[in-house]
Each structure stands twice: as C-alpha cells, then as structure tokens.
C-alpha cells in the first residue's frame, strides 16, 4: 500500500522567515496530495492541495510544488507568522481509493 | 452552519468497557471515515463508509466497530478487544463524486482508557 513519510518531524523559524516541508510517497499511481494543518486539540483544516497534472499551486503566503518523476512533494509558507504554528500534515491518494494516507506530520513553531 | 460534530470531547472508560463515539455530518457527504492519531504519529484510517449501510475497514480496523444506518451518522465503537484504545479519534466527511476529494474533520474526540 501507499507509504507517505515526512520531514522535519520539527521545525522551528523566526517571524518573516520561510518554512518547507517535504514529503515522499511510494505509490506512483497517486494523484491527489492534500496539506492540512492541525491546532491544537482541533481536526486537520485543509490548506492547500495539488493534483499529479499540475507542478505548483499557490495560494497567498503558501505553496506546494510536485515532482512525480521523484515522487515528492513540498509546502512552502514565506513570511511566516505566529498563528502559522501548528502542526501539518501531507497526505496522498489514488485513484480507485477513497481514503488519504497521511505523513507522520511537522510541528512548526514559529517565534516571535 | 455547516460541519461535523464530534461528541463527547474527552471520554473516559475503564479498561474492559465498550465505548461508542458520536459523528454527526450536516455537509449532505456521502462518505465518512474515522481516523485515529497517536502522538508524533500521523492520522491512520479505522473504517470508511461511502454510502449508508455500507463500510469498508481501514488499515488497523481490528478491536473497532462502526455502523451507517443513515448518512448523516457514523459512530464508532472501540471495544474491549482494541488493545491500546487511548488516542485522539478524528471523523470525517466528503462528497464521492467529482474531483472534490477534500475531507472535513470534526474536532476529535480524546479517548482515555485506564
């Protein structure tokens, strides 16, 4: 089945500065790839997603970027504010699934 | 206003016990999934139901029950045979058709059993 990993499992910026996440995904066949951010004590808000027949999205200060050759996937959030620290999460699907298969998450911790 | 509720917020059972938790959708969704989330560890999928009177189980569905008698609802039931029951349990929705594959989530429901 799909495996998705992630990194950092922690990050940790100053105000204004950028954050990445990366993420890789074993199944070639995916063709959604979802980011969600999580709260504390709340549910995951999706953010941003991409689909396999586009290389980048953004959206404002956030952006994700594609490389299926190398199946790996990005979050890019510039100019970071506090209220960006959260937890995210990247996930992947594919066709025919009708669940996401999730990474393990990114704590990020932006200061002041 | 439209969303999912999860019910109770914190829950607390004795080992031994059946504990069912509560999943109400008002978005029309056909499907419904329960996750569970460890700490440091990402969500991993219990059950799914794309339809009423119908589930498929998830990746580590053994010592959990569900049931979908209408659409609006998917409760959870750990049960006894679930060995580590102690997690945060997050419900889900979205529609199944089109290319919308976006889930909402509820706010969880932390579950502690001692």
């Known amino acids: 089945g799909e495996n998705v990993e992630q990194h950092p499992s922690t990050l940790s910026v100053q105000e204004g500065d950028s954050a990445v996440i990366k993420c890789t995904y074993s199944d070639s066949a995916s063709n959604y790839f979802p980011w969600y951010k999580q709260e504390l004590g709340k549910g995951p808000q999706l953010i941003i997603d991409?689909?396999?027949?586009?290389g980048e999205k953004k959206d404002q200060r956030i952006a994700v970027t594609l490389n299926k050759t190398a199946k790996h996937f990005s979050l890019h959030i510039t100019e970071t504010q506090p209220e960006d620290s959260a937890v995210y999460f990247c996930?992947?699907?594919?066709?025919?699934?009708?669940?996401?298969?999730f990474g393990s998450g990114t704590r990020l911790q932006v200061q002041p | 206003d439209g969303g999912i509720t999860q019910s109770p917020k914190y829950l607390f059972r004795k080992e031994g016990q059946n504990v069912t938790l509560s999943c109400e959708q008002n978005l029309n969704h056909d499907a419904m999934y329960w996750y569970r989330q460890d700490p440091g560890q990402g969500l991993r999928l219990i059950y799914y139901?794309?339809?009423?009177?119908?589930?498929q189980k998830g990746d580590i569905a053994e010592g959990y029950s569900v049931s979908r008698e209408k659409k609006e609802s998917f409760p959870l039931t750990v049960t006894s045979a679930q060995k580590n029951p102690t997690a945060f349990y997050l419900c889900?929705?979205?529609?199944?058709?089109?290319?919308?594959?976006?889930?909402?989530f509820g706010p969880g429901t932390r579950l502690t059993v001692t």
């Open positions: 139901s794309q339809i009423v009177n119908d589930f």
């Open positions: 889900a929705s979205s529609i199944v058709t089109g290319q919308d594959y976006e889930q909402y």
């Open positions: 996930a992947a699907k594919r066709p025919g699934r009708r669940a996401l298969t």
């Open positions: 991409i689909r396999s027949n586009v």
